[in-house]
């Protein structure tokens, strides 16, 4: 199969080495020409936390090239699908240029999917590309990118795929069918759990959720996830800001699984040594997502008159940092 992969950070690698490794035909669009440069020459790697012996791919295997001249090559060449792993910001405010040359190409011809935590971008890229046929994954796989061309394989999860069109009332086509168990089977190939859904925007609410209470939370105190449980104050403080979600979720007509809470405790324990991705990027003095995790919040609560007094101060104390 032949991938684009534009965003060349944690995930981004991850796929990249994987697909590679597994026979397809992967470029990735990188943002700048170093890391390019690094990649041709010393390839890429995968490595991992339990011992395992790290994956090399050198780097005539796949391609890497700058974001630049990625709507040429897309327009010369197609891809059978197009993967973004860019984080949110970069997503809205520097994709569209780079996106948009696709925008008039037949509704057979544009697949593209989506990794981000957080919401809003579903809708923005819908608009630009009203013909491409998008859809949204889901994942709990954790990657974190040591160097240029070096990403960690932190944590195995799971990989949801569905398509976004779907919900904005488009027709089912036989077509993209195809195409999206095609994919799911070359990433399963490639060594991950994936699947199809057929109500994805509900698995993106139930992340929300999640990274709503979890990130933002261990970005302010500086504590890895586990750490979240260790005293009551912290413990109230994520109830209320769960709290709160649940009560825009109630009025926007979101649902979510009875059990919401104790998957939130769950998955502090289960990833309670990990640098959640949002104290990751305040310690990297990078921007974070929060205004598509908590700012999706606040937006809807504003939507629907609902108060979120916490939400609200969290964005704050969060692009404050
Ligand atoms: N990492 C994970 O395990 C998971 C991540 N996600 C989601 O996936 C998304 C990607 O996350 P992650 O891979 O961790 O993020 P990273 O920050 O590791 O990677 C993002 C990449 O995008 C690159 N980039 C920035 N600007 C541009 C540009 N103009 N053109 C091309 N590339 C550009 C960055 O380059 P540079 O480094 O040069 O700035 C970076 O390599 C996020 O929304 C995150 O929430 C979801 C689940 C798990
Ligand atoms: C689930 C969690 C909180 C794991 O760290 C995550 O998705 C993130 O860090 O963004």
């Known amino acids: 199969m032949k991938i684009d992969i534009?965003?060349?950070?944690?995930?981004?690698?991850?796929?990249?080495g994987r697909l590679t490794q597994s026979g397809n035909d992967v470029r990735l669009w990188c943002r700048g020409g170093e890391q390019c440069r690094k990649l041709k020459d010393e390839g890429l790697t995968v490595s991992y936390e339990d011992g395992r012996d790290p994956t090399s791919i050198s780097g005539d295997r796949f391609m890497s090239a700058p974001i630049e001249g990625f709507a040429d090559a897309y327009l010369r060449e197609p891809s059978d699908w197009i993967i973004v792993t860019v984080k949110q910001d970069i997503l809205h405010n520097v994709l569209p240029e780079f996106l948009s040359p696709l925008k008039d190409l037949r509704e057979q011809q544009v697949h593209i999917i989506c990794f981000q935590n957080?919401?809003?971008?579903?809708?923005?890229?819908?608009?630009?590309?009203?013909?491409?046929?998008?859809?949204?994954?889901?994942?709990?796989?954790?990657?974190?990118?040591?160097?240029?061309?070096?990403?960690?394989?932190?944590?195995?999860?799971?990989?949801?795929?569905?398509e976004w069109s779907?919900?904005?009332?488009?027709?089912?086509?036989?077509?993209?069918?195809?195409?999206?168990?095609?994919?799911?089977?070359?990433?399963?190939?490639?060594?991950?759990?994936?699947?199809?859904?057929?109500?994805?925007?509900?698995?993106?609410y139930r992340k929300l959720l999640i990274n709503a209470v979890i990130n933002p939370l261990t970005a302010i105190w500086r504590i890895p996830n586990g750490e979240l449980l260790a005293s009551e104050e912290r413990l109230q403080l994520m109830k209320e800001l769960f709290r709160e979600a649940t009560m825009v979720y109630d009025a926007c007509g979101v649902t979510y699984d009875?059990?919401?809470?104790?998957?939130?405790?769950?998955?502090?324990?289960?990833?309670?040594?990990?640098?959640?991705?949002?104290?990751?990027?305040?310690?990297?003095?990078?921007?974070?997502?929060?205004?598509?995790?908590?700012?999706?919040?606040?937006?809807m609560a504003e939507r629907t008159g609902t108060l979120v007094p916490l939400h609200r101060l969290i964005c704050q104390l969060v692009e404050g940092i």
């Open 6 to 16: 534009i965003g060349a950070g944690s995930l981004g690698l991850l796929l990249a």
């Open 258 to 299: 009875h059990d919401a809470w104790d998957n939130i405790l769950k998955v502090c324990r289960t990833t309670a040594g990990n640098t959640s991705s949002m104290l990751a990027d305040v310690l990297a003095s990078r921007s974070t997502e929060i205004r598509w995790i908590n700012g999706s919040l606040v937006e």
């Open 166 to 204: 779907l919900k904005n009332g488009q027709t089912h086509n036989i077509h993209t069918d195809l195409q999206v168990n095609y994919l799911i089977e070359v990433l399963i190939m490639a060594g991950f759990s994936a699947f199809l859904s057929n109500e994805v925007d509900t698995m993106i």
């Open 118 to 162: 957080g919401i809003g971008h579903m809708e923005m890229l819908s608009n630009l590309l009203p013909k491409a046929n998008l859809y949204a994954a889901v994942t709990t796989e954790a990657a974190k990118r040591k160097s240029l061309t070096e990403v960690i394989h932190a944590g195995a999860g799971e990989v949801w795929i569905g």
